[in-house]
């Protein structure tokens, strides 16, 4: 082999041969550079292929007297570092968007803690009580009214409206479901809340 001067020639000439011949003297050397800092092989090889085709690339516009081996690892240096920046770059970001999704997050937590159900729907839940009720007809308005809110017995509700015990029943039953029916949206929650 002639010497490093000439074999720099003759790549910078764009000999194939001289080329391939550098890329196996040079390869795993600069893969090896550029793994020792990124601690992935892929990418190291990624960035020393990505040197070797800009030396290619860029062959007849290098100076006769360049040391193509120094060029390469400057290249490769350089994208090693550019690599290594975009990573801490991301990283950084990636970090600012989890502390906004935690702020975020606790944010939600602390508004669904101080969330009183009661008070969000109790005064609606109440109106559509009030409605029903008052649009049901009078017996059956009474029958509720009298068992739900004055918890009277079904015999006391028949003495005091002069019907049967089973037709207080009956009404109490009608009623319930127009109730029921009317709040079909709210059980769920009635369920839940009833107790508290």
Not at 20 to 45: G, P, W
Request: hydrophobic content about 40%; aromatic content about 10%; some cysteine.
């Amino acid at each position: 082999m002639a010497t490093d001067k000439d074999f720099n020639d003759r790549i910078i000439k764009g000999d194939r041969k001289a080329f391939d011949e550098l890329f196996k003297l040079q390869y795993t050397r600069l893969c090896s550079f550029a793994c020792s800092y990124l601690k992935d092989f892929a990418m190291a090889e990624n960035i020393v292929q990505d040197a070797f085709l800009l030396l290619w690339e860029r062959h007849s516009t290098l100076l006769p007297d360049s040391n193509l081996a120094a060029w390469l690892l400057v290249v490769v240096r350089n994208n090693t570092l550019n690599y290594i920046n975009r990573l801490k770059r991301q990283e950084e970001a990636e970090q600012a968007y989890a502390t906004q999704l935690a702020r975020d997050f606790d944010l939600r937590l602390a508004s669904l803690k101080v969330c009183d159900p009661d008070e969000m729907y109790g005064a609606e839940v109440e109106r559509i009580i009030r409605e029903t009720i008052d649009a049901l007809p009078e017996q059956c308005r009474l029958a509720v009214t009298l068992s739900r809110f004055e918890e009277m017995s079904n015999q006391e509700i028949a003495d005091r409206l002069g019907i049967t015990s089973k037709g207080v029943e009956y009404h109490i039953t009608n009623g319930l479901k127009k109730l029921r029916r009317a709040l079909k949206d709210y059980l769920m929650f009635l369920l839940l809340f009833a107790g508290n």
